[in-house]
Structure formats: C-alpha cells, structure tokens
C-alpha cells in the first residue's frame, strides 16, 4: 500500500515488478544508437497499414503483446493497462489495443504518457487493486505531423528548437510479485506554464515542470541527485535539458548536470541523423525506457534511475488562440531490486 | 486497500467518501428538467470567454473550485486529481485546471471520464495513495461540435440518432475519512467493438460495452438488479439505452428495465428541446451525478446506485478512415452510506 512520503511523492513498499517489456521501433529509429536494443524494427514505417494512424495502433498492440511475451503473461490475465498517445481522443490506443480484451484506463499525458502510466500500474499493483497491470504508449512521426504541423507532402521547414516525434512504442507488464526492476516511488506533476508560446520549442515549455518534479521529488526523499545513477528526462531535448539544469541551478541550488540525461537526445544521434534539438512524442521515453534503461537495471549496471517523462499539454487549436503551453513532468524511481 | 471480487470488480473495503461535488451548466441545461438542481448555470455559454475551448476550460476550472469549496477543502490540500475532457489534447482539462497547482493524471474515456475519474480517485484512496482526490470533467456543445461535426455557423442538420453534447461540467472530491456518499465498488472495463460505424450513432456503439461491464459487475459481485435502487448509464441516450436492455436480457438473461436510467434522458426534455436522442459528452454524466444523484445518495432517497459510464472511443479521423467505433463503460457503485 502506498505511503506518502514528504507533500508529493509516492513510496511502494512492495517495490512492483517490472516482468516484462518491449520497444519497437522505426526505420530511423533503428539507424539510431539504440537500434540495435529494439525489439523490433519495422523498415516500413506503415507497418502494413493503410494510414499512419492504424500503423501507430499496429506499433502499439505489437509492443503490448511482445511485453506480455516476454512476461510470460496472457492478455486475460491482465487487469489493467494503462495507455495513451497524443492522437486526438487517443486513438492510436483505443484502437491499438481494442482486440486484447484488458480493462482499460485511458490516459492522456502527452510525452509524459509512458512515466505517467508505468506510475499508475505501480500504484495500482502496490495498493492490491491489481495483479498484473501494463503501461504503455506510441507516438508516430508522420502521424503526429500531419495533426500537429504539416502534412508530410508539403515539405515544411523545422526550425532548429523543434523536436523530432519517435515512431516507437514501449510497454511494461507490472506485478505484485516477480523478478524484474522495481518501481520504488512514483510522484504525479503539477501543471507548470511560465508562458512559453512557441510550439516549436516544446522544450522550454517542459523544462519548468521537470524542475518542479524533481526538486519536489529530491525534496521529498531527502535524496540528492549523485543519489542516482542517472535522472533521466524525456523528452526535453538538447534545448529543454539545458534549461532544465539551469533552473534546478538558479531556483533550487541543485546541480543535475552529472546525473541527467535526456531520452530525446538518447534515441538519435542528433546532428547526423538531423533531428534539431531532440527527439519526442509518447513513445521516445517509452522506447528508451524500455530498449536501454531496463534491461540496464536488470542485469544491475544500473541500480537507481529517475525517470521523469515530460510533456507539453497543449493542442494546434490552444496554440492558433495563443494560449501559452501548459507543461507536466511525472516520476517513477526505478531500482534494480 | 481495494479487494478483487471475481474477474473484474474491485470492491473498496474503506468505502472512500465523495465530500463535496459541483455541477455546472448552460442555457440549455438549466432549461431542462434538472435546471434547479445545478450549483450554477451560465445563460451565457461563452462563460465570458472569447472562443468555445476556454469557454469549456472555464467551466472546467468553475466545477472544480466548487467542488472544493463545497467539501471545505483548499486546492493546495488535494493529493490528485483525476480529469479529461472530449478536446484534442484534452484541453478542456489542462487549461481548465492549470492554475489549481494539483498533482494531475489526466485521463481520456471520451463520454465515459466522469465514471472513469471517480473509480480512479476512489481506488487511489482507498489504496492509500491519496488522502483527498478530485475526479472532473467538462464538455460543451459549441467546441464538440465544431471539433467532432460541423462548425455550428454551418447551420448542418442532425440525424435522429445523434445525441446533442452537453455543455456542463461536474466535479467530486474523495477523500478516504469524511461524510457523503461512499464509493464502495470500481469496475474498469474492457473495449467493445461489435462494428457499428456510425458516428451520429453513439449509443448503438457503446451499448455492448455497458452490456458488458453491468454483466460483469452483477456477476463478479452476485448481485441482481433488483438489489440497486438505480442502475444508471450515461449516456446512452434513447437507443443505446433500449439496445443496452435488449442486449443484456438477450445475451446475459438479465433484465435491467425496471431499474436503468440514462443521464442523457435525464438532463433534457429530450422532445421539447430537440435534443434527438438525447444528451452527451463527458459533463452530461458528470453534472446528472453531481446534482441530480449524489444529493439524493447524501440525503438517503437513493441507497445503492451503480454508475455506468460510456465512451465512444473514435475520432473524427478514424470516422473518416472507415473504422468501427470502439466503446467502453466504467462501472462505480456509489452507496448512500
């Protein structure tokens, strides 16, 4: 059962199991320095699919189902996932996951999806309202340009503080009781917005609630960041983790430098592969997560990571009435046992 | 700490306490039979905003402050808050709430978030995650309307099966010690799609996922209909809820007549204001619950009510892309003490 521990943070005191787990990548993901830890790749990034939007769906089932596989665990067996993505009404997961037949509880995070939703099964396993939950989530680069900027065809330009939406999928099958990295705490975020208006930099609109969380975080447990193998923010990228360290440096006098590290600026090699300032969307830190930082914490090279997935919770509608964004950071402390 | 009952439903021996609620409302709404009832209604639906979306926002923020001041409880005291809404990006949500300073966990359930958010702010109680919680959702005709259908300047014409959006909110705080209706019960359920493509047909779509879920739940807690003073849906409307009765006797010989109600029904006259088949969108269930059931909860008039949330979990892209509509319902027993 979960005890509160200082104003924010969550401690689980049967530290859930992560069983189980999968990342699937695209084409550009797996030219990437983590392509070689995929699952799997899909070459054609329509995976099959008529649209990017039922390939997101498709990436989305076939993370679920090689998560369960990989867990051992049937489909039926589970009783809850928890899921989103940043398709409007989120349908790169109700449709990814309609046929697996697992009660679900949707979420919406944006790139904070895969921490938000890793820290609701962890919860919720720890409290004993589930056995077996999964978190999960998708994004898709042609998907996601084409409703949030421009359609693929019309060769728009990026200005260099854009970032670069991951066509990948995580997922993660928690239970009470198995051998795998543990969720040790979670703390949910509070919505920071100083007023950034350009949604070409969602990273500076982020970093002020990734600031928040972990000072509330580091705070809370009395830790200190060298406390940790590694703070790993996603998805932030090159601009947003610059400011990052700069305002946990100015607000709270605490120095991240040595310790963090950012999914976006982990899953492509950023200036050969031409991604400006990173990569995002829900399924980098997803991908990254569970490609590179898991199998890491279960062989023990790592024994202690924060992660802390950010998001920036506005829409193109919100942007063309030039409302600032909205931005949210989630954490969940892993540990190797 | 919630106890798994059968398959599905998760009963909440401590029996969380929804402490204060508000519902809000528009012209429309206050017009209907359940007018009076509302903590406030905005004959003006633009809530003095300059566009529909912050219109929503604002009703948003509205329902939640008198939620919280209904139940004596400062924001800053709130561990979680479970909330979405039917907007891209659930903007309804994160502009409606982001000056509050609550730990956020968004949630998407489409016309379902009002069930779903209660059965998530209840379990976290229960489970000791949360001392306080908010469970809130919002919707508004002129922003679905222009997002899901047709822009409303356009003047387009409605089939009789489509259901009209409410412009409402409704929130409710939980908190684990504390008078007021008790949740005693969470179902989260499973998506159904029996392949229903039609978009101004929502009930159709949703009808086998509240099916399923009541089958369930009566059955994981080997209850009878008869054992509930209300068995409400929403929102189903006229069709869905008349598909929702045939189904259940049909397929699972379970006979909901005498006891089933449907927000949608109950919050306009559905003749004389020309709703067609009745109300929708997440606040049409959220306001019904909130000014219409759990006074009567509190008051002792309703004892036992099983609250079955509906969402049509589609867009308007995957309408476009030939898909069915997924659908889902969420189940929570509220009880009068």
Redesign the interface.
Known sequence: ????QGR?T?TLPSRPAITGWAAIGGKKEGQGPLGEEFDYIYEDTTAGEN?W??AESALHKDAVERALASSGTKAGDV??IFS?D??????G???G??EL??????????CSTMA?SLG?AA??T????A?TAVAATVSHFCSAEK?FRMPLEYGGQRPPTAQWTATAAGAAVIKQKGEGPRVSAV?????Q?LGIKDSNNMGAAMAPAACSTIADFLRDTNTRPQDYDLILTGDLGSIGSALLIELLQKQENIDISSVQADCGLMLYDVEKQDVHAGGSGCGCSAAVLCCHVLPRLASGELKKVLLVGTGA??????TM?N?SI?G?AHGVLLTSK
Chains 1, 2 share one sequence.
Do not use: H, W
């Not at 037949?101 to 944006?110: C, D, K, R, S, T």
């Open positions: 059962m979960p005890v509160r924010y969550l649209t939007e039922k009783d809850m989103g940043l398709l409007n009404q989120c349908i997961t109700t449709f996951i309609r037949g697992i009660p679900l509880a949707g979420l919406y995070g944006a938000l609701m919860i919720m720890d409290g004993g309202a056995g409703q703390i949910i975020g509070r919505i917005d919770l506005m829409s193109p509608v919100s009435q409302e909205p949210i």
